[in-house]
């Protein structure tokens, strides 16, 4: 096991719900960037527009969980844990970036 699935490993083991959560969010990242970082795409390229990029995928985010919120049980292909945990991804993204600075 590598040292980031060790990583989730222990925190998806974790009593905190915290931590759970945490490693769904790492998990959930692992997986849509074995799907996004191909032909030589990273992931900076997708936020072309610096701290504005990030804003603006947080906001796209919170319109869509908004939106899916007002739905009420008729949601198709998308659940609110997905947009939670998309929304929390892109939050982190953009924190990353701002720590980095």
Known sequence: MDTEAKAISVLAASEDPYYRVLAQLAYLHSEKAADYDRGGVKNED???????????????KALRLRSLLSAKGTIQNESVLDMFLDFANYAIFALMRTVKK
């Open 46 to 60: 997708y936020f072309p527009f610096g701290d504005t990029s990030y804003a603006q995928m947080v906001w796209v």
